[in-house]
């Protein structure tokens, strides 16, 4: 009996709270936001005062402004808990329109997969930059997007394209980087004008070099790690001082984030650089970048495209080419771009080649790291240069014969006339007996 009056004052508490709910809520609990969002202590006041709804809560760590400004979008974590702040400018689709004269033809740089690249040039700070305008039909929303855009812009390194900045104004998707003059190592090493001079074996292994360092810091340094994905020549920009940038890293992530693109398209236009196990099951790693590695070094080394149809068929594949070659060591010199002709040191080019069919390997497994590898050409460009490996050898010049030299030369030349002299009378006064 004694629980009836527990039950009473149950009752009691039940209608004063909804005649609490009928009377509505406080006026200050209509400016908080759900529990279930967090705000960031950085964010305005007037952002935390607005009433929002379930839709406006999940989206908030995307389009909520920092410090007023657009460019500081802060998407959130994959468990929501800490916001990631974007280390780039965030543009407005208008000024990237006007920097590349609404995005002309004539300004198209480069194309990918899923991708556009165009040469622009800012309004505000006149700076040339190049404009990635990567496919809208790509993402799902925007959170994915910041999310990617987030990661790329914490990867610096002097062997790396710096990203400056973003778009995601309405449906457009754009990235905006420095741009760098000379162009590709494609442009360098096929297709040359009479006029174009090739690139030398120093430059040529300077490349391979810091394209290799740029690849270990987004394997080994970077947080977290980066697996490129789709590396090779054309991916690899050159400055004005022919320093090697490697461009597009990450986008193979960045493709794949809304979901609708397949699993192949950030390989797209890749045909013979491909790892096998990517060719087998489409599985991209480290590993695969590690092959990838080893076609582009062997493309420096021999001057041939990753697949070449104006060749024979045993020689359109540059791997399947060279691999009769690796297991011969007194074959690499066959291997050496004809362009280079014998201007090369023959001892690091048995190194160089040795390192590209280690990268080359069949299984993934006994393929070396990015670190020996950067170790290994590191070495080879720090050596004082060899002589030249020549093909034909050159004959030696003997040295100018001094006075005296001269003048023994000159007196064994009279004493060997002077011994055939005698050995003339002999023989005539053997011929005189022999009459008598």
Not at 178 to 191: N, P, Q, V
Not at 240 to 250: I, M, R, V, Y
Not at 318 to 323: E, G, I, R
Not at 361 to 380: H, K
Request: charged share 20%; hydrophobic share 35%.
């Amino acid at each position: 009996m004694s629980c009836f009056p527990c039950f009473g004052s149950g009752k009691k508490k039940n209608a004063q709270a909804d005649a609490e709910q009928s009377e509505g809520p406080p006026e200050a609990s209509r400016m908080t936001p759900p529990p279930a969002v967090s705000v960031p202590a950085h964010a305005t006041t007037a952002s935390a005062s607005a009433p929002m709804t379930r839709a406006d809560a999940g989206l908030i760590n995307v389009v909520m402004p920092v410090l007023g400004h657009a460019e500081n979008h802060a998407p959130s974590t994959e468990d929501g808990s800490l916001p990631l702040p974007i280390a780039g400018q965030a543009f407005a689709f208008r000024e990237l329109a006007a920097a590349t004269d609404h995005f002309t033809p004539y300004n198209l740089v480069g194309e990918g997969g899923f991708f556009r690249v165009y040469k622009g040039q800012l309004e505000k700070t006149g700076q040339t930059v190049a404009i990635k305008q990567l496919d809208k039909h790509s993402f799902q929303g925007n959170n994915e997007f910041l999310t990617e855009v987030s990661k790329l812009s914490r990867l610096h390194h002097e062997n790396l394209v710096d990203i400056i900045g973003y778009c995601a104004d309405g449906d457009q998707r754009l990235l905006v980087y420095e741009f760098i003059s000379a162009g590709t190592l494609e442009d360098h090493l096929f297709d040359l004008t009479p006029d174009k001079k090739p690139i030398d074996w120093c430059t040529r292994m300077k490349v391979a070099h810091g394209a290799s360092q740029g690849l270990e810091y987004l394997h080994e340094k970077a947080n977290p790690p980066v697996v490129y994905g789709d590396f090779k020549a054309s991916n690899i920009l050159l400055d004005a001082g022919l320093t090697p940038k490697l461009s597009d890293f990450g986008l193979a992530q960045l493709g794949q984030a809304g979901g609708n693109a397949p699993v192949t398209a950030p390989m797209m236009g890749s045909f013979g650089c491909c790892a096998p196990e990517y060719d087998r099951g489409g599985q991209v790693t480290m590993k695969s970048d590690v092959y990838c590695f080893g076609v582009v070094l062997l493309q420096l080394i021999s001057g041939r495209r990753a697949v070449d149809t104006s060749k024979p068929v045993a020689e359109q594949n540059v791997v399947t080419w060279a691999m009769p070659m690796f297991k011969d060591q007194r074959r690499y010199h066959e291997l050496v771009d004809p362009l280079i002709k014998s201007e090369y040191p023959a001892k690091a080019l048995n190194q160089v080649v040795a390192m590209a069919a280690m990268c080359l390997q069949e299984e993934d497994s006994v393929r070396p790291l990015m670190a020996d590898v950067v170790m290994t050409l590191g070495f080879l460009t720090a050596l004082p240069p060899d002589p030249p490996a020549a093909s034909v050898p050159v004959p030696a010049t003997p040295p100018p014969a001094s006075k005296k030299d001269k003048v023994s030369d000159h007196s064994d030349s009279s004493s060997s006339s002077s011994d055939d002299d005698d050995n003339d009378d002999e023989d005539n006064d053997e011929e005189d007996t022999e009459d008598q």
